[in-house]
Structure formats: C-alpha cells, structure tokens
C-alpha cells in the first residue's frame, strides 16, 4: 500500500485543530488512513504553509443563475434584488450552460467538495452528472397562490424526473423556494412528498416578510405584482413568517434555514422547540456574504451561538455574491465581533466546523465527507492565508 502524508502549521481535523507536530495520513486515492505524530510519520512528508482542512461544504448556491455575475448591483434589497433576478435570468441556452461549467470547476478549484444547490430548472443536470463535486438537489417549488398549486407541483416533478434520471434519487427532492412565495395547499403538497427528506428554505432574508404575514402589506406587494398578483394572496396570521409556515412541516424533515437575517430571538427558540416537538432537525444555514451583498447586513449569529443552533455555510448564488468560495465566507464569519470572547482556536474550531463536518451532516454525507476520519474520503484544503485556498487532493 502506498500512502500519502500531509502537514503544515495547523491541521483541522473536522473536530480539533492540530499543530505542526501531527501528520495526517491517506491512501493513494485519498482515503484517510490516520493522524499520527511527526516522528512516526516516516518519510516524503509533504508540508504546506497555513492550514489543512477536510474540504468543504457549500450548503446553499444555485448554480443554474451563474451567468448573472455583475448582472445584479449590490446593497439595493431583497425586493429590488429579487425582481431583478426575475426580469434578468434569461440568457441564451449557451451562455447559461458555459458559467454553469465555469462555476462547478471554481467551486472544485476552491476546495469544495459538495454542494446544496437550488434548482428551478433542469439546467444544471448534465453539469452535475460528470461533475467531481457531490450535489443534494433542491428542485425549488414557486406557487403563490392555492389554485395552482396542483398544476405547480406536476410542473416541478417533471424537473425533478430530469435530476433522477442522471443523479442518485437520494440527492434530490422537492423544497420551497420561501414563505413569500409558497401557498398553505402549496406547502401542505410539498410536506407530503418530503417524508423524512432534506428540504430547505430562504428564512426571514428582508423585514418585509414578517410585515406580509403580520399585516398583509410591506415590498413583497411589488413583487407580486410582477406576477400579475394584486394582493397578498397570504393568510394574515398576525404571526412572524417562521412561525406562520412552520407548522406546515410534521414529517421529520430537516430543513435548511437558509440566510435567516431578520430572525428576531424568541423565533429561534420556536423553530428550535417545534423541531424538538416533532423529531425534526434545523440548520442554520449562513450566507454571510451574499446578505451583506443585498441587504448589507449580517445575520444574529451571536443568538445562533448563544442558543447552540447548528449553523453551516453557503455561498448563494452568482447573483449575489462577489465569488463562489467558501473560504471566503469563512472570512467573513470570523470577522464577525461575536467570536471576540473565543480563543483563536476555539474560533477556527467553531467557524470550520460549519464549514465542513456539519455541512456533511446537514447534505447527509458524512459517511464519506466534512472530517479526517479514518476510512473517509473528504478531500484535502490548504488554506494558504485568510480567504486563500488550494485544493490539495
Ligand atoms: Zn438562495
């Protein structure tokens, strides 16, 4: 058998981080054989400066809207930004498929090696089917209002069928795309079909989402008008988005809390206690970048810490971020002043956590991915500096 030997300054094993003084081991392939220190290690012992680290895990992206880099300004808000997304998405079936292309090998290049990608269409399949990153398909369900919501579904089943006639069954399902956008019936169809599955959703992104289910006014009126929709068509709860669309979900799911910049603290510990209630499992899923390229503004990630929430990492999309990196959005989370009272290594620990085992755990694939290991295959990731990666295996 033939091994390979890594080491550098520090090595984060998905669980702690390591010195110097420990080398990590692996087959030819990759496969982890262990961690053992220098002096056992033998020799051809490759050293890297900075840090290694399993690879890593994109939870949240949509690959399919690639060729709107620059296409969107930033900091203009959710509603702006999304009635953008609407007009500007169409681009020629060769262009659209071009930074599809590109965008998969930047995200390989960057060191990650699975992905949560949302998908409205069938664009990103071919892509995926010979692609060296694993991707969990959200095929993303629309369907503001109830009379359509029979039609809405058949229509993204029909998407879905694309995704399994070339990628593993397992790895995609039906989710919503978010609570401004999905009707009680539609959600109620979408429960049924996600027994015990993996689905995520786009949380509390603009104050204006608890606005339309408190009151039934706020900017989402504009974008329903784009739809030709004249009024919410949302039952007025006089309750939070989260707290109106949660209880659609009793089948065990775990959901993606993606973004969730405006959840206010007691919604935390709702979605927290009716997940407990109901053998659910959440995960906070962080965009700190795309958030701060629309809205300018960061999520309460001190309450997610306070409350012991699982959190993980996502890039979003082409749309609204500058890169599809998740080095980069580590940056970014460590930056943030919530980390202040932690240790420099409690920091690293906490923050590539959520960039590798849990983001494993959430996609499901931590059979294979998100640690060190002995017997998994996770990828190896130098970063060089702060926001600097190379792949290394
Ligand atoms: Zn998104």
Redesign the pocket.
């Known amino acids: 058998m033939q091994y390979r030997k890594f080491r550098a300054d520090q090595l984060f094993t998905g669980h702690q981080l390591l010195g110097a003084d420990q080398v990590l081991i692996t087959n030819n392939e990759g496969r982890v054989d262990g961690v053992v220190p220098v002096p056992e290690a033998g020799d051809d012992v490759q050293v890297f400066p900075g840090l290694l680290s399993p690879g890593f895990i994109n939870c949240?992206c949509?690959l399919e809207l690639s060729h709107l880099k620059d296409v969107v300004p930033p900091h203009t808000g959710l509603i702006d930004f999304l009635c953008d997304v609407v007009t500007k998405r169409g681009f020629p079936q060769e262009v659209i498929q071009d930074r599809i292309e590109k965008a998969d090998k930047e995200m390989y290049d960057k060191g990650i090696v699975a992905v949560g990608d949302?998908s409205n269409t069938a664009d990103t399949v071919r892509v995926k089917a010979k692609s060296r990153i694993r991707y969990y398909n959200f095929i993303e369900v629309l369907g503001f209002t109830d009379d359509k919501a029979e039609e809405n579904i058949a229509a993204f089943n029909n998407v879905l069928k694309e995704y399994h006639k070339e990628l593993p069954e397992k790895n995609s399902v039906l989710t919503p795309h978010a609570p401004y956008s999905i009707s009680t019936k539609t959600f109620g169809l979408i429960n049924e079909s996600t027994d015990g599955r993996l689905i995520s959703i786009?949380n509390q992104e603009s104050p204006d989402e608890d606005e339309l289910y408190k009151t039934g006014g706020g900017g989402f009126l504009r974008l329903f008008k784009q739809f030709g929709i004249d009024r919410s068509p949302f039952t007025v709860t006089g309750k939070s988005s989260l707290r109106s669309y949660l209880p659609h979900f009793n089948r065990k799911q775990t959901i993606l809390l993606?973004h969730n910049t405006f959840i206010p603290e007691e919604d935390i510990l709702f979605a927290k206690d009716y997940a407990d209630k109901h053998g659910m499992n959440l995960f906070f899923t962080l965009?700190v970048r795309?958030n701060l390229y629309i809205e300018n503004r960061k999520p309460p990630v001190h309450l997610f810490l306070k409350h012991d929430c699982p959190m993980v990492l996502g890039t979003?999309?082409y749309s609204s971020n500058w890169e599809l990196s998740i080095a980069k959005e580590i940056e970014a989370v460590m930056n943030m002043t919530c980390f202040d009272d932690l240790t420099a290594e409690d920091k690293i620990c906490t923050v590539y956590k959520m960039a590798t085992v849990n983001g494993a755990k959430a996609l499901r694939m931590d059979d294979e991915l998100g640690s060190f290991d002995k017997g998994k295959m996770p990828g190896i990731v130098n970063v060089v500096s702060s926001g600097i990666v190379r792949r290394v295996l």
């Open positions: 949240h949509h949302i786009h993606i965009c795309a979003d999309s």
